[in-house]
């Protein structure tokens, strides 16, 4: 059922006209329901009728100050989370570090564009839609990285607590669901591969989002092993996977043949791959694409990798990313496609994907247990890591970027 | 004048005039000038300012103390000529060394020269850049255009917002 989105209605608090309809009409322009008062203490009361979902006030009011307005206003239970922005003619840093320590969502000082506000207005309640959206999501299930909590992780975490559950992963351009019932794995899906497969390649998935919806699952049951047994296939197979993914470069790399062109060296299984590989092509779908199980396909692509029999694509990140571009310029209704493409390419380039982040705290870690560590001390590193902090408060930061906008 | 906070940010190139350009795009004009650094202020009202100092990381300067530099920086823009190859390559591992030894943002940013024809469809001047990492976003920007400066500073800044959320 398509829901019907109510109209927000917005308060504005000023006693200078000459902002306030030029303000009210705008907003009104922009789908706005807008109430304009020019007194503090008469808006404190019409906002108790009102149920505003925002309030926009200046600090200097009549009567009542815009900052003890403001504190009114969200000591009624009501307004204990509506958004709240301010407005003034106050240039001093002071004035407007107040306002934001108070609480308030933004500080507009004036002069200011109508066109501004409506802007901010409407970044204000696209965030608090955003945020309700993932909270309401949050109350029936969980989300993440993959490269925080992996599948095994996911599985030992709904077993403890016996739950039914699907998950949802997402790797790449791949997305499997697994079935969980009283904290069993039942069942598994991903493109069409059978469920002990699927959730064998899915055990592999380091990297990629997962989404656990916590809901009753009435399925008929395809994965008889237990969980236990699962867990010990999957750690198997990630340690094996992990193993021989050493030395290949990362799995979203395009390879392509390299000029050895004859292949009597090579096993069968070697050679049906190399011939499956005509154009350039991500290690990954080179994988998924293959008729054999992932581990031994990975296998035989390092192995023609090592031999020398395909090679990460000569053409640079720059050129390589021209013909996207050039493929954007012919199709620029794929943007969010291409976008992650690129950011992909990019993200390969600069090598410093959170994976190696995780790598490199792994091997800090290590140094710092090592028996001889005393006699090295503490590495510049990790004190460096520890120096860095921001100097400024939020406030300044804020005021920086209203400047600089 | 009384400047009682103040952010540093380093502008890193090998370009030394993009790092010049960018300056002069955010800050107006170029305070300070030597053969390693140049150095601007924007300074938001009296008592809080940004400090720019903008680094060109050719031959002269090899052997820069990034250990001083980023011990009161709020991070990094680190901007590469988005067309010459050789310059992304002696740029990468520059944003490598600031991602594995500071816990600040980076914004990369790949310099386009003429925003008139770009090469780039204009959607891809990503307000929130392109994530790399958790601490580095990826954008396309044009030095010597205050509008393109300035959305790459408030990109860094945004991240910064972020990080203190």
């Known amino acids: ?405 | 004048m009384t400047i009682l906070r103040i952010g540093e940010v380093a502008i890193i190139s090998y370009n030394y005039q993009e790092v010049e350009e960018f300056i002069k795009s955010i800050c107006d004009r170029i305070d300070i000038r030597n053969d390693r650094l140049s150095f601007g202020r924007f300074e938001v009202n009296d008592q809080l300012a940004l400090y720019l100092y903008g680094i060109s990381v050719d031959n002269k300067n090899k052997s820069i103390s990034w250990d001083l530099i980023s011990r009161k920086t709020l991070g990094f823009i680190v901007i590469f000529d988005w067309e010459d190859k050789k310059i992304l390559d002696a740029i990468k591992p520059i944003i490598d060394y600031f991602s594995r030894n500071f816990n600040v943002p980076i914004v990369i940013v790949a310099s386009i020269k003429d925003k008139k024809d770009p090469p780039i469809p204009d959607k891809f001047f990503q307000p929130d850049g392109i994530p790399l990492s958790l601490n580095s976003r990826f954008t396309f920007g044009q030095t010597d255009d205050p509008e393109s400066a300035r959305n790459i500073m408030i990109l860094l800044i945004n991240m910064l917002i972020e990080k203190l959320s």
């Open chain 1, 1 to 405: 059922m398509e829901e019907i989105e109510q109209v927000k209605k917005i308060l504005i608090v000023d006693d200078d006209t000459s902002y306030t309809v030029p303000l009210r009409n705008a907003l009104s322009k922009g789908g706005y329901e807008v109430v304009c008062w020019d007194d503090g203490q008469k808006a404190l009361e019409l906002a108790k009728n009102l149920q505003a979902d925002l309030i926009i006030a200046e600090v200097e009011l009549p009567q009542i100050s815009g900052h003890d307005l403001f504190k009114e206003i969200r000591s009624i239970p009501a307004y204990k989370s509506v958004p709240f922005i301010f407005l003034s003619s106050q240039k001093r840093v002071d004035d407007r570090i107040k306002s934001m320590e108070l609480g308030a969502d933004d500080y507009i000082t004036k002069p200011f564009y109508v066109e501004e506000i409506v802007a901010r207005v409407d970044a204000l309640f696209g965030e608090i839609s955003q945020l309700s959206e993932q909270q309401s999501q949050s109350e029936t299930g969980f989300s993440g990285s993959l490269t925080e909590m992996n599948l095994v992780d996911l599985i030992q975490t709904l077993e403890l607590g016996k739950k039914s559950a699907i998950l949802k992963l997402k790797h790449n351009s791949s997305i499997g669901m697994i079935y969980v019932m009283n904290g069993e794995v039942i069942d598994a899906l991903l493109d069409d591969l059978s469920p002990e497969q699927s959730l064998m390649r899915m055990f592999t998935w380091n990297t990629g989002n997962f989404y656990v919806e916590m809901t009753s699952v009435n399925r008929e049951r395809k994965i008889n092993e237990l969980n236990k047994e699962l867990i010990t296939a999957g750690m198997r197979r990630i340690s094996q996977w992990e193993r021989i993914n050493q030395g290949l470069p990362p799995l979203n790399s395009v390879v392509i043949k390299t000029e050895l062109n004859t292949y009597e060296d090579l096993s069968g299984e070697e050679n049906e791959i190399i011939q499956g590989i005509n154009e350039k092509k991500k290690i990954y779908e080179i994988i998924e694409q293959s008729r054999f199980d992932d581990l031994k396909s990975l296998a035989i692509v390092k192995s023609l990798y090592q031999k020398g029999y395909i090679k990460e694509s000569e053409e640079s990140f720059i050129s390589y990313t021209d013909n996207y571009v050039a493929q954007l310029k012919k199709n620029a209704s794929q943007s969010k496609t291409t976008h992650e493409r690129v950011a992909s390419i990019i993200s390969n380039v600069f090598k410093n994907s959170v994976k190696e982040k995780k790598l490199i705290e792994e091997q800090r870690n290590e140094r710092r247990q090592l028996p001889d560590r005393r006699r090295y001390g503490r590495r510049r590193d990790d004190r460096k890591r520890e120096s860095n902090q921001i100097h400024l408060t939020k406030a300044d930061l804020l005021l920086i970027r209203e400047r600089l906008s």
